[in-house]
């Protein structure tokens, strides 16, 4: 139903681990992004170093933002941590709109285009301190507010 949309989006979102975001059905954005970062933070050595050789412009923006652990793993972790979660926060509407698409496809609920133009300009007004389950309460009750109209 929904599957162009989200091909679209999906291969905006792939190393950003924005679709991630779909093993979530409440909480915070921002809390949820953070725990996506923080969740794709390897934990091997030889990982470590091999992406951090090619990010040193994170690791150092990492240090600067949440000081120098003393740890030259713990830096390249953070470094990690602070990349994706900055890639997040630049795709963060495809994310959303993303998420949203998904809840829809997965519950098997049609909306017209009238509604999905709806669907789009609220999904452009969710910010990160806004709740997964207030989007998913805004995809369950489309219909019903069309029916009232």
Request: net charge negative; hydrophobic share 30%.
């Amino acid at each position: 139903m929904y599957e162009d949309i989200l091909k679209d989006l999906e291969s905006n979102l792939s190393f950003t681990y924005g679709n991630n975001i779909t093993q979530y059905d409440s909480g915070y954005i921002c809390d949820v992004f953070s725990e996506i970062a923080d969740s794709n933070v390897d934990i091997y050595t030889s990982d470590l170093f091999d992406w951090g050789k090619n990010n040193m412009y994170y690791i150092d923006e990492a240090t600067k933002e949440f000081g120098d652990p003393h740890d030259i793993l713990r830096q390249i972790q953070q470094g990690q941590y602070y990349a994706y979660e900055q890639e997040l926060y630049e795709n963060k509407d495809d994310i959303i709109k993303y998420f949203a698409y998904t809840y829809l496809n997965d519950n098997n609920i049609k909306l017209n285009v009238e509604q999905e133009e709806d669907l789009d300009d609220y999904l452009s007004s969710v910010d990160s301190n806004d709740k997964l389950e207030d989007i998913i309460d805004y995809c369950k009750n489309i219909n019903k507010d069309y029916e009232l109209a």
